[in-house]
């Protein structure tokens, strides 16, 4: 409601005024005239009628003048109520959000605001069809790898790649495609890598190294048999996970070059070729060198795993059939059949040099390609920690709830310092909290600094945003009037409002979002997608799905890439 505008009424200037010079006109004109007494008298009467005019004038504008500053100030809305209001540009720039990098949206103005660069992690919830890819995905790929970091680029779509990939070479970087579904895609240069890299090259590495081994394995049987809350009887699990491990370190001790799930599926589906490793690892291994702690490692666990067989043949089979049924995506016939057998390249060159990186898998075979993924994904930041003064990489996490990140809430502590980023992209809160539980996700959320949320379908998200937007102040005003009304009394007060309440939140309009930044108020934004920039919409090429590719005009233009060595020219 528009308010009623207050006008201040203290008394009249214009008419005293005009008054006063009249009767000061009139005494001027005679008083050099004057002859008699009573002329004087005259004379004098309306020069003091003028001055008390001037008087009663000059009275009045000094009240209509604190009349009309109190009204200001009554009219000044306060924080009584609450304080929640969206950031200024004077604060967006004292923050760094006016100097390029990742491109947040457009304010009511038009005027870009940029993530800040110090600020390494950033979560984005939106459900499908918002904009999340072409607004934030991408844009937000070709800004880490202007930056100088090397990428990590979740890519279930299988979308990504073919429509960055050329553009990214063309501006001379180095970009690996890791495509473990093969022909599906049918595309060249492709990069294969090792599930099990992390821990061959610590089995075989230096004595500091190799400390890390078991660890490393045990993680690995974490990621291929994690523990859920439906899980009746952990007894087994860890049973199947007992398996697992010495099956990994066993395969990176004795045949490196073939460490793969493929290999350990045909191993442990095997109960006879198990077994024989077993007896091998027991009894025959530590001939090798009787002093090496692995070696010792692996012989106590096999003899534990064979008093186990013996004792009870049913509880041993359990074991051996659960670790098993977590490589059926691994068996002979299957899409990752033999991946990783002609693996060269290491994830450990994204520390020693730019290089952007694409893992593909089609979402048609999300569950069987998820234990890769997630093997993968794990490999990536063992691959940071090993070496924690290397290249600074970023993770781009589309599609995040589609695969795992392995004690992902413990590992975002220390990756900071690392000189490691990530983004995820979600498509509800609700499934982050599926996959890693409530207190994870949460954990997940707090660890955030950059929050953005747009589209959003679900009551409870809409709540959630709204209580994090917090209340802010409001004036209202009352009126009252009689039957017969000359004027309107108006009475003004002040009130408590959420900034946006949940069903604001829920039809907000399309295109825009909600952006959260640590330390700052909240900036609602208009979301701009890789088309409507100069000159990021010349490199993005047609998506495999659609055909088309997003291009109209440009309402931002930023300063074109130099390549390294023509900055140094």
């Not at 604060?91 to 990098?101: F, I, L, V």
């Not at 010495?246 to 006879?272: G, K, Q, R």
């Not at 007060?493 to 900034?499: H, K, V």
Request: aromatic letters at 8%; glycine letters at 8%; hydrophobic letters at 40%.
């Amino acid at each position: 409601m528009t308010p009623v505008k207050i006008i201040a009424k203290s008394g009249p200037v214009n008419r005293p005024v005009i008054a006063a010079a009249a009767l000061g006109g009139s005494a001027s004109l005679l008083w050099p005239t004057a002859q008699h007494w009573q002329d004087f008298v005259m004379a004098g009467a309306l020069a003091s009628g003028a001055a008390i005019l001037l008087m009663t004038a000059g009275r009045n504008v000094l009240k209509d003048y604190r009349l009309r500053k109190n009204i200001a100030i009554s009219q000044d809305i306060s924080d009584s109520h609450g304080s929640a209001r969206e950031a200024t540009p004077a604060e967006r720039s004292a923050a760094g959000m006016d100097q390029p990098s990742e491109l947040l949206g457009l304010d009511h103005k038009g005027r870009p605001v940029w993530r800040p660069r110090s600020l390494p992690f950033s979560i984005i919830e939106m459900p499908p069809g918002v904009g999340k890819s072409i607004c934030y995905v991408m844009t937000w790929i070709i800004s880490r790898a202007t930056g100088g970091y090397s990428l990590v680029i979740a890519d279930p779509k299988r979308e990504l790649f073919p429509m960055l990939s050329a553009g990214l070479r063309r501006l001379g970087f180095e970009v690996w495609a890791v495509n473990p579904a093969g022909g599906l895609l049918g595309i060249e240069g492709e990069v294969e890598l090792g599930a099990f890299q992390a821990v061959i090259d610590a089995v075989h590495g230096e004595a500091h190294e190799r400390k890390n081994a078991v660890r490393i394995a045990m993680d690995y049987a974490v990621i291929l048999y994690p523990l859920n809350n439906e899980e009746k009887n952990p007894y087994f699990a860890h049973g199947s996970r007992r398996v697992l491990i010495v099956a990994i370190l066993s395969e990176a001790f004795l045949n490196p070059a073939e460490c793969t799930p493929s290999a350990l599926y045909s191993l442990i589906a095997d109960p006879i070729a198990f077994k024989k490793r077993l007896a091998l690892l027991a009894f025959q291994l530590e001939g090798i060198d009787p002093n090496d702690a692995l070696v010792a490692f692996l012989k106590v666990e096999a003899l534990n795993l064979i008093d186990r067989a013996k004792k009870n043949e049913e509880n041993f089979g359990s074991f051996v059939e659960g670790a098993s049924q977590r490589l059926l995506s691994f068996n002979p016939v299957g899409h990752l059949s033999g991946y990783g057998e002609r693996a060269f390249h290491r994830l450990g060159e994204l520390r020693e040099r730019q290089v952007i990186v694409f893992i593909m898998s089609p979402l048609t075979h999300t569950r069987e390609f998820a234990p890769l993924v997630s093997l993968l994904n794990y490999n990536i930041l063992e691959a940071c920690k090993s070496k924690p003064h290397g290249h600074k990489v970023h993770i781009v996490a589309e599609e995040a709830l589609n695969y795992r990140f392995s004690e992902l809430t413990s590992d975002m502590e220390t990756l900071r310092g690392l000189g490691v980023s990530m983004d995820f992209f979600i498509q509800g809160f609700a499934g982050l909290e599926k996959a890693y539980g409530r207190d994870a996700a949460r954990s997940i959320e707090a660890y955030s600094d950059v929050r953005i949320t747009a589209g959003l379908n679900s009551p409870e998200r809409a709540k959630a945003v709204s209580e994090t937007l917090s209340d802010t102040t409001l004036r209202k005003q009352d009126f009252s009037y009689q039957s017969h009304a000359r004027e309107i009394s108006i009475a003004t007060s002040e009130f408590s409002r959420p900034l946006m309440k949940p069903n604001e939140v829920l039809s907000m309009e399309r295109g825009h979002a909600w952006v959260f930044v640590r330390g700052m108020n909240p900036m609602k934004l208009r979301m701009v997608h890789y088309g409507e920039v100069d000159w990021w919409r010349d490199y993005v090429a047609p998506s495999p799905i659609s055909g088309t590719r997003l291009y109209s005009k440009p309402v931002l233009t930023i300063a074109p890439y130099l390549k390294p060595e023509t900055q140094d020219e």
